[in-house]
């Protein structure tokens, strides 16, 4: 067996067996198999799908490319929650402590920055002193004492994601359904998380465009989820328009404090960090349905639960929980800029693709796997959506580090704010939550 040969059959539409496959993983993580030649397979992969065997095979190698955490021995067993990549996608931040909060472990392990999308580690690693890298006695230990916590694939947590995941990024192979399955389960599986709310996004600023290959994703992901002993639902959840009021890194970590102190919460953030994580009490057996589950996070939330236990991870995980009310403890934008709404009328919100698009140019992602993350990018959305705005008004500041802007920034970005007819309805906007898949 070689990597050449399973490259070719795969790029001529061979289906691949089990063997080939983790020949591959295994080579990804050993160093036999180059950086060059894993891309090629994955664009292969990209063009011509895997059918569910292949895809749960490299499922299992990239999960076996390291070890699986066992919670198994007694208590409520653990739940989490996965997002398949958004803009302003905080809910990580909200849902977890909340969760955890009402007594359901959450071993969290999440991604950095993918394509356009931002990434929970860089995200929480704005936070001064934060680790996220953790061997997996350290994560259950770090369970045990604070309920959850976040951490990232590493030599003994799903090594093989987080190569695969780097050089997709880089390389522009995201948004293929085996890949996305495969990445997410690994990392959960290896976590020891025995249910799984997923957050599938779809819209301008997904990597599914549409409600169809988003419900495919979903299918995907459940039914894999189901061969590891995961149970698993999907909420479809609408991402054209960037998800509550920021986008970028130290910006998010500033607003779900906010959130978490339930400083004026975003009607969209309340929505979808709810919902999930009422499926995530559901699943895990802490309660017996959903409006119980929502009933129980939102007095969680209102008692300042979430907010003490983010708090305590903070801590646990060698941050500075101070960072998140001293705004200058975190990093903030050498500059600003102010970008003014196009014409009056109703506001929507900011489209997510290109917004998101200008915060990996400008630093806050990587165009590159060795890039690094300049924290302090971001984008703030200054109008509530659904309110009357005026022509020249401004509506969003970017928020700027060491790179300079280009000249056109300010017109490209006016071009990112969504405005309806006056006529249209103020404050009423659709909910974010399109559908919800649930396990079979
Ligand atoms: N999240 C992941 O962990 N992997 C993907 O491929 C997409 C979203």
């Known amino acids: 067996m070689n990597a050449k040969s399973i490259i070719r059959r795969k790029r001529d539409g061979a289906k691949l067996d089990e063997a080939e496959i983790r020949f591959l993983v295994e080579g990804a993580v050993s ?193 894999t989820a189901e061969q590891l002993g995961i149970r698993a639902c999907a909420h479809l959840t609408e991402m054209d328009r960037v998800l509550g009021r920021t986008a970028g890194n130290a910006i998010e970590i500033t607003e779900s404090g906010r959130c978490l102190r339930n400083e004026a919460v975003p009607d969209d953030l309340r929505e979808l960090t709810l919902s999930l994580g009422a499926s995530m009490c559901v699943l895990s057996g802490r309660v017996a349905d959903r409006s119980e589950g929502q009933s129980l996070l939102r007095r969680a939330w209102e008692d300042g639960h979430g907010y003490e236990w983010f708090l305590r991870m903070v801590e646990a995980q060698g941050g500075d929980p101070r960072a998140l009310e001293r705004p200058g403890l975190l990093p903030v934008a050498s500059r600003h800029l102010e970008v003014a709404a196009p014409r009056a009328g109703v506001f929507r919100g900011v489209r997510a693709r290109p917004a998101g698009e200008w915060i990996t140019e400008a630093g806050g992602g990587r165009l590159r796997t060795d890039d690094r993350i300049d924290p302090r990018v971001g984008i703030e959305v200054l109008a509530e959506p659904g309110s009357r705005v005026d022509r020249g008004e401004t509506v969003l500041l970017l928020h700027l580090g060491d790179k300079p802007a280009p000249q056109d920034t300010c017109p490209r970005a006016s071009g990112w704010i969504q405005v309806e007819d006056s006529g249209a309805s103020l404050g009423v906007l659709p909910p974010r939550e399109m559908e919800r898949i649930d396990s079979a």
Not at 176 to 186: D, E, G, K, R, V
């Open 31 to 223: 160093g036999a198999v180059s950086e060059y030649q894993l891309t090629s397979w994955m664009m292969s992969v990209f063009f011509r799908g895997m059918d569910p065997r292949e895809t749960a095979a490299l499922t299992v190698a990239m999960l076996e490319s390291g070890d699986r955490l066992d919670f198994s021995s007694g208590g409520t067993p653990p739940a989490d929650k996965h997002s398949t990549g958004g803009v302003g996608d905080k809910i990580s931040f909200l849902v977890a402590p909340l969760v955890a909060s009402v007594g359901v472990p959450v071993p969290m392990v999440s991604g950095r920055s993918l394509g356009h999308t931002g990434g929970t580690l860089d995200k929480l690693e704005s936070i001064p002193g934060l680790r996220t890298g953790f061997e997996p006695e350290e994560i259950r230990a770090l369970v045990d004492r604070v309920g959850f916590c976040f951490a990232g694939q590493s030599k003994r947590i799903a090594p093989a994601d987080a190569i695969l995941y780097a050089l997709r990024d880089a390389a522009s192979i995201v948004e293929s359904i085996p890949l996305i399955t495969a990445s997410i389960l690994s990392k959960k599986a290896a976590a020891g998380v025995r249910s799984l709310a997923l957050d599938v996004k779809v819209g301008e600023g997904a990597f599914m465009s549409g409600p169809e290959p988003a419900r495919a994703l979903a299918r995907s992901l459940i039914a």
